[in-house]
C-alpha cells in the first residue's frame, strides 16, 4: 500500500463517470479472457452491462467478439471511465491520452507506484498531476477496481465475479485491500449481504477512501457502508466524510486493522504510552458515529442489521426462545452490549397467560420460553409475536429457533407476517437454520443469525449507533461555541514556551507548565520553588504544614520514578532533609540534568486522583483523555479518549466512560466529587492542544484531584512536551 498520504478529490469530482459510466474503454483489453487484463470485458458482457465498450489494444482489430481500437484517441464517442492495466512506466503517458479526449474517470489496475519505494513515489505524483491536469477522477492505482451492482458496471478482475452471480441490495463496500476486498466481496454474500457498489481504493493517488464514502453516502440506493481499512491517511477528510454518513443516517462500519504505533515504545509521557494509534482510531469512530466491526464475521453482521429498513427506537429489548439455555446466553449477551432485557407489562403476560396461547407450563416473563411444543405446534409462535410486540415497554424483539426442518418455512412466513405488522425491528438467531427459512428471512430484510450470540451484539451495536446519531443531531441543532483563547492569555502562554526553547529545554518544568495552565483556567496549589533547605523550610511554614516537595528540572519529566517527590512533610526539619535528599537523589538518576530546586506545594487532601493529558496524533491532531489517575495510570490502564474539539457534553461523557466515573459521583457512601469542573479542565487541555499543536507534543496533568462538590479541582503536577 502506498504510504503517501492523498489530499483526496473532494467534491470537485462527480464519480458518477466511475459508478454510472454510458461507455467504458478498457486500455489494454486481452483476447484471453482469462488473464487479468481479459478479465473485465468478459464480465461486462456477461454480466450485461448496457452502455458502449471500447476495447483498447493497437494489435488487435477485434478482442473478444467486439471491435477493438489502437488508442483512446481513434474512439470515435465520449468515454465515462477508462480501465487501465499497463506497465506502470507508461501509465502517466496514458493518463494524459485520456485527458486529452476528455475521460472523465480512470481506474487504474497497475502497481509499481508508492507501494515500491522512491522511484514509485515519484512516478505516483506524475501520475496524480496528470489526472488532475485532466479533472479526471481516478482509482487507484494498485486497485482491483470496481462494481457498480445496479448498473452491472464490471471494472475488475475481482475473482469473485466468476461465481456468474452478484447479490443486489443496499450495502456499499470501500476496501484498501484488492486481494481480501475480493474475497470479503464474495464471502458476504454468502452471509446474506446484498451489495450496491463495491470499490478498491488501491494507493488513493486522487481519490481517496474518504471521497468514495460520501459519494456512497449520497447514492438513494445505499443503506449503509461498510469497509476494510488499514489506514485512514487522510485524518481530516476521513472524519468528514463520517460525519456525512452519520448525518445521513448510513452507518458506517469498519473492518479497522494494523496498530500503526507498538505500546512498548519509549514515549515522554503517560498520555504517549496510552493514546496509541489504535485507541486514537476507536475514539474517532466513536465521535462520527462509526459502528467498528472487529473481524470479518462481524463486518457482515453488522451490514446485514443496518441494512435493515427497521431500526431500534431504544434498547428495551424482549426474547422470544423455544431454549431456556439460549435465553441464559442471550441475557448474558445484552448486559455485555447495554440492551435492557425489558420487563413486560402485566397486560402482556396475561394476554400470554390466556387459553391457547402457550403451554400451561411456559415462561411468560421476558424472555418469553414458548418451549419444545413448537417443534410439533409450530402455529402457537403467532400469539406471543403479536403480544410481545404489541407491549409499549419493547423497543426490539429478538426470536431464538434450532432446526426446525419440518416447519422452519412455515415459522419463517410466520415471523415475516408479525414483522410486517409492527415498526419495531425483529431479528432472528437460529442455529442450523433450514436453507428455506434463512432465505424468506432474508427476502422480507430480516436479519437472521447462526447463533444466540451474534445477532444479540449485532443489535446492541445498532442501538448504540441511533443513540449516538440521536445526540449528534441534537448537538448540531444546537451547536455550544468553543470561545477562542484571548490574545493576550495566548501571547502569554507562547512566551513560557518561547523561554523554555531559549533556555534548551525540550519540556517545561512543573512550575512553567503550571503557569501555562492557569491561563486557560486550570487551577493548581499554591507553590514556590527554594533553590536551598533552608529556604524550602521557610517557605513550607509560610505556606502551612503540611506541604509536597518535588524536583524542579525540565530534564526529569517522571519524578516520582527519580526519587524526586516527598508527600506529607509536617515541619521545617523535615523540609531540610527532604530538600537535601530529593536533590541528591535526582542528580543520582540523570547526572546531566538541569536541575532549578525544589518545588514547595500545599499538599491537597481529601480528594480522587485523576489525569488528563492529550498527544498530537499524527493524522486526526489532538488527542486528549482521562482516567484514573496517580502512579498506577499505566497498569490500571482506564481511560477515556477523544479528538479535540469538542464541548462540555463530550468532556463528561468522557467521564462517564472511565473507571473513575463511580469514585467522582459518591461511591459506597463516599462525597460527590467536582465532575463539573473536572469536565472543564478536559475541555481546557483540549483548547491547549489545538492552540499548540505545532509546539505542544504531549501534555500530562497527573494527578488532578478532584475535590467534593462545588470545591473545584487542582492539577498537582504537569509535563508538558515540546515538540
Same mark, same amino acid.
Not at 470537485?12 to 470485458?41: C, E, H, Y
Not at 512516478?123 to 448498473?151: F, S, T
Not at 486522487?206 to 468514495?212: E, K, P, W
Given at each position: 500500500m502506498s504510504q503517501e498520504k492523498p489530499q483526496g478529490a473532494g467534491p470537485k469530482f462527480n464519480l458518477d463517470a466511475m459508478f454510472k459510466p454510458r461507455s467504458i474503454a478498457l486500455v489494454g483489453a486481452s483476447t484471453d479472457p482469462t488473464k487479468l487484463s481479459g478479465r473485465p470485458l468478459r464480465f461486462l458482457k456477461e454480466y450485461g452491462y448496457q452502455g458502449k465498450i471500447y476495447p483498447i489494444n493497437p494489435n488487435q482489430t477485434e478482442v473478444q467478439g467486439l471491435k477493438s481500437y489502437p488508442s483512446i484517441a481513434s474512439v470515435p464517442d465520449e468515454i465515462d471511465l477508462a480501465v487501465v492495466g499497463l506497465p506502470a512506466e507508461i501509465v502517466p503517458a496514458m493518463i494524459r491520452e485520456c485527458a486529452a479526449k476528455g475521460v472523465k474517470a480512470v481506474t487504474v489496475f497497475s502497481a509499481g507506484f508508492a507501494e515500491m519505494g522512491e522511484k514509485g513515489v515519484k512516478m505516483q505524483a506524475e501520475l496524480r498531476q496528470a489526472a488532475l491536469d485532466g479533472h479526471i477522477a481516478l482509482g487507484g492505482p494498485n486497485c482491483a477496481g470496481l462494481i457498480g451492482v445496479r448498473?452491472?458496471?464490471?471494472?475488475?478482475?475481482?475473482?469473485?465475479?466468476?461465481?456468474?452471480?452478484?447479490?443486489?441490495?443496499?450495502?456499499?463496500?470501500?476496501?484498501?485491500?484488492g486481494a481480501l476486498g475480493t474475497y470479503m466481496f464474495a464471502a458476504a454474500q454468502d452471509a446474506g449481504v446484498g451489495f450496491d457498489y463495491w470499490v478498491s481504493t488501491g494507493n488513493e493517488a486522487v481519490i481517496a477512501f474518504s471521497d468514495f464514502v460520501s459519494y456512497f453516502?449520497?447514492?438513494d440506493t445505499t443503506r449503509t457502508i461498510i469497509a476494510y481499512m488499514e489506514d485512514a491517511r487522510d485524518g481530516a477528510g476521513f472524519q468528514r466524510s463520517a460525519l456525512e454518513a452519520m448525518e445521513a443516517g448510513k452507518p458506517l462500519i469498519i473492518l479497522k486493522v494494523g496498530e500503526s504505533e507498538a505500546g512498548s515504545q519509549a514515549v515522554a509521557s503517560h498520555t504517549g504510552a496510552l493514546a496509541g494509534s489504535d485507541k486514537v482510531y476507536s475514539a474517532v469512530f466513536r465521535q462520527t458515529g462509526v459502528i467498528r466491526a472487529h473481524d470479518v464475521e462481524d463486518l457482515f453482521d453488522l451490514a446485514n442489521i443496518c441494512a435493515s429498513?427497521?431500526?431500534?427506537?431504544?434498547?428495551?429489548?424482549?426474547l422470544i426462545t423455544i431454549s431456556g439455555g439460549a435465553a441464559s446466553l442471550m441475557c448474558d449477551r445484552c448486559e455485555e452490549v447495554g440492551l435492557k432485557v425489558t420487563e413486560l407489562t402485566q397486560e402482556t403476560m396475561s394476554a400470554l397467560?390466556?387459553?391457547?396461547?402457550?403451554?400451561?407450563?411456559?415462561?411468560?416473563?421476558?424472555?418469553?420460553?414458548?418451549?419444545?411444543?413448537?417443534?410439533?405446534?409450530?402455529?402457537?409462535?403467532?400469539?406471543?409475536?403479536?403480544?410481545?410486540?404489541?407491549?409499549?415497554?419493547?423497543?426490539?424483539?429478538?426470536?431464538?429457533?434450532?432446526?426446525?426442518?419440518?416447519?422452519?418455512?412455515?415459522?419463517?412466513?410466520?415471523?415475516?407476517?408479525?414483522?410486517?405488522?409492527?415498526?419495531?425491528?425483529?431479528?432472528?438467531?437460529?442455529?442450523?437454520?433450514?436453507?428455506?427459512?434463512?432465505?424468506?428471512?432474508?427476502?422480507?430484510?430480516?436479519?437472521?443469525?447462526?447463533?444466540?450470540?451474534?445477532?444479540?451484539?449485532?443489535?446492541?451495536?445498532?442501538?448504540?449507533?441511533?443513540?449516538?446519531?440521536?445526540?449528534?443531531?441534537?448537538?448540531?441543532?444546537?451547536?455550544?461555541?468553543?470561545?477562542?483563547?484571548?490574545?493576550?492569555?495566548?501571547?502569554?502562554?507562547?512566551?513560557?514556551?518561547?523561554?523554555?526553547?531559549?533556555?534548551?529545554?525540550t519540556?517545561?518544568?512543573e512550575s512553567a507548565g503550571k503557569e501555562l495552565l492557569a491561563l486557560y483556567g486550570i487551577p493548581s496549589p499554591a507553590r514556590q520553588i527554594a533553590t536551598s533547605?533552608?529556604?524550602?523550610?521557610?517557605?513550607?511554614?509560610?505556606?502551612?504544614?503540611?506541604?509536597?516537595?518535588?524536583?524542579?528540572?525540565a530534564d526529569i519529566l517522571h519524578k516520582t520514578e527519580a526519587g524526586g517527590v516527598k508527600l506529607g512533610v509536617k515541619d521545617s526539619k523535615e523540609a531540610?532533609?527532604?530538600?537535601?535528599?530529593?536533590?541528591?537523589?535526582?542528580?543520582?538518576?540523570?547526572?546531566?540534568?538541569?536541575? *532549578?530546586?525544589?518545588?514547595?506545594?500545599?499538599?491537597? +487532601?481529601? $480528594?480522587?486522583?485523576?489525569?488528563? &493529558? =492529550?498527544?498530537? %496524533? @499524527?493524522?486526526?491532531?489532538p488527542a486528549v483523555m482521562t482516567g484514573l489517575g496517580g502512579i498506577m495510570v499505566e497498569l490500571i490502564s482506564d481511560f477515556s479518549l477523544r479528538v479535540a474539539p469538542f464541548d462540555m *457534553?463530550?468532556?463528561?461523557?468522557?467521564?462517564?466512560? +472511565?473507571? $473513575?466515573?463511580?469514585?467522582?459521583? &459518591? =461511591?459506597?457512601? %463516599? @462525597?460527590?466529587?467536582?465532575?463539573?469542573?473536572?469536565?472543564?479542565?478536559?475541555?481546557?487541555?483540549?483548547?491547549?492542544?489545538?492552540?499548540?499543536?505545532?509546539?505542544?507534543a504531549e501534555l500530562d496533568v497527573n494527578p488532578v484531584m478532584v475535590l467534593p462538590k462545588g470545591k473545584g479541582v487542582r492539577a498537582v503536577d504537569a509535563a508538558l512536551v515540546l515538540k
Amino acid at each position: 500500500m502506498s504510504q503517501e498520504k492523498p489530499q483526496g478529490a473532494g467534491p470537485k469530482f462527480n464519480l458518477d463517470a466511475m459508478f454510472k459510466p454510458r461507455s467504458i474503454a478498457l486500455v489494454g483489453a486481452s483476447t484471453d479472457p482469462t488473464k487479468l487484463s481479459g478479465r473485465p470485458l468478459r464480465f461486462l458482457k456477461e454480466y450485461g452491462y448496457q452502455g458502449k465498450i471500447y476495447p483498447i489494444n493497437p494489435n488487435q482489430t477485434e478482442v473478444q467478439g467486439l471491435k477493438s481500437y489502437p488508442s483512446i484517441a481513434s474512439v470515435p464517442d465520449e468515454i465515462d471511465l477508462a480501465v487501465v492495466g499497463l506497465p506502470a512506466e507508461i501509465v502517466p503517458a496514458m493518463i494524459r491520452e485520456c485527458a486529452a479526449k476528455g475521460v472523465k474517470a480512470v481506474t487504474v489496475f497497475s502497481a509499481g507506484f508508492a507501494e515500491m519505494g522512491e522511484k514509485g513515489v515519484k512516478m505516483q505524483a506524475e501520475l496524480r498531476q496528470a489526472a488532475l491536469d485532466g479533472h479526471i477522477a481516478l482509482g487507484g492505482p494498485n486497485c482491483a477496481g470496481l462494481i457498480g451492482v445496479r448498473e452491472k458496471v464490471i471494472g475488475t478482475f475481482n475473482s469473485a465475479m466468476d461465481r456468474g452471480r452478484i447479490s443486489s441490495g443496499p450495502v456499499s463496500f470501500v476496501a484498501q485491500s484488492g486481494a481480501l476486498g475480493t474475497y470479503m466481496f464474495a464471502a458476504a454474500q454468502d452471509a446474506g449481504v446484498g451489495f450496491d457498489y463495491w470499490v478498491s481504493t488501491g494507493n488513493e493517488a486522487v481519490i481517496a477512501f474518504s471521497d468514495f464514502v460520501s459519494y456512497f453516502v449520497r447514492q438513494d440506493t445505499t443503506r449503509t457502508i461498510i469497509a476494510y481499512m488499514e489506514d485512514a491517511r487522510d485524518g481530516a477528510g476521513f472524519q468528514r466524510s463520517a460525519l456525512e454518513a452519520m448525518e445521513a443516517g448510513k452507518p458506517l462500519i469498519i473492518l479497522k486493522v494494523g496498530e500503526s504505533e507498538a505500546g512498548s515504545q519509549a514515549v515522554a509521557s503517560h498520555t504517549g504510552a496510552l493514546a496509541g494509534s489504535d485507541k486514537v482510531y476507536s475514539a474517532v469512530f466513536r465521535q462520527t458515529g462509526v459502528i467498528r466491526a472487529h473481524d470479518v464475521e462481524d463486518l457482515f453482521d453488522l451490514a446485514n442489521i443496518c441494512a435493515s429498513p427497521k431500526y431500534p427506537r431504544g434498547n428495551r429489548t424482549a426474547l422470544i426462545t423455544i431454549s431456556g439455555g439460549a435465553a441464559s446466553l442471550m441475557c448474558d449477551r445484552c448486559e455485555e452490549v447495554g440492551l435492557k432485557v425489558t420487563e413486560l407489562t402485566q397486560e402482556t403476560m396475561s394476554a400470554l397467560r390466556a387459553p391457547g396461547v402457550l403451554p400451561g407450563f411456559a415462561t411468560v416473563k421476558n424472555p418469553v420460553d414458548v418451549t419444545a411444543e413448537l417443534v410439533a405446534k409450530p402455529a402457537l409462535l403467532k400469539k406471543p409475536l403479536e403480544i410481545t410486540l404489541a407491549d409499549p415497554n419493547v423497543d426490539c424483539l429478538v426470536i431464538f429457533l434450532g432446526m426446525q426442518l419440518h416447519n422452519g418455512e412455515e415459522l419463517a412466513r410466520t415471523i415475516v407476517e408479525a414483522a410486517a405488522g409492527t415498526d419495531k425491528i425483529v431479528i432472528v438467531n437460529w442455529i442450523a437454520a433450514p436453507e428455506v427459512s434463512v432465505k424468506i428471512l432474508r427476502e422480507n430484510n430480516i436479519p437472521v443469525f447462526s447463533d444466540p450470540g451474534r445477532g444479540v451484539r449485532s443489535l446492541g451495536a445498532l442501538v448504540n449507533y441511533v443513540e449516538r446519531r440521536k445526540r449528534y443531531l441534537a448537538r448540531k441543532s444546537s451547536p455550544k461555541s468553543i470561545a477562542p483563547t484571548p490574545a493576550k492569555k495566548l501571547a502569554a502562554a507562547r512566551a513560557i514556551i518561547a523561554q523554555a526553547r531559549a533556555n534548551g529545554a525540550t519540556a517545561l518544568t512543573e512550575s512553567a507548565g503550571k503557569e501555562l495552565l492557569a491561563l486557560y483556567g486550570i487551577p493548581s496549589p499554591a507553590r514556590q520553588i527554594a533553590t536551598s533547605a533552608k529556604e524550602a523550610a521557610k517557605i513550607a511554614k509560610k505556606m502551612g504544614f503540611p506541604v509536597v516537595m518535588k524536583i524542579v528540572s525540565a530534564d526529569i519529566l517522571h519524578k516520582t520514578e527519580a526519587g524526586g517527590v516527598k508527600l506529607g512533610v509536617k515541619d521545617s526539619k523535615e523540609a531540610e532533609a527532604a530538600f537535601a535528599d530529593i536533590m541528591k537523589k535526582a542528580k543520582a538518576y540523570n547526572k546531566k540534568a538541569r536541575l *532549578d530546586g525544589v518545588l514547595i506545594e500545599e499538599m491537597i +487532601t481529601d $480528594a480522587v486522583q485523576v489525569m488528563v &493529558g =492529550f498527544k498530537q %496524533d @499524527k493524522l486526526f491532531g489532538p488527542a486528549v483523555m482521562t482516567g484514573l489517575g496517580g502512579i498506577m495510570v499505566e497498569l490500571i490502564s482506564d481511560f477515556s479518549l477523544r479528538v479535540a474539539p469538542f464541548d462540555m *457534553d463530550e468532556a463528561i461523557e468522557m467521564i462517564k466512560n +472511565t473507571k $473513575a466515573y463511580p469514585l467522582l459521583t &459518591g =461511591f459506597r457512601g %463516599d @462525597k460527590q466529587r467536582d465532575v463539573a469542573s473536572l469536565a472543564k479542565v478536559i475541555v481546557a487541555v483540549g483548547k491547549v492542544a489545538q492552540d499548540f499543536r505545532n509546539e505542544i507534543a504531549e501534555l500530562d496533568v497527573n494527578p488532578v484531584m478532584v475535590l467534593p462538590k462545588g470545591k473545584g479541582v487542582r492539577a498537582v503536577d504537569a509535563a508538558l512536551v515540546l515538540k
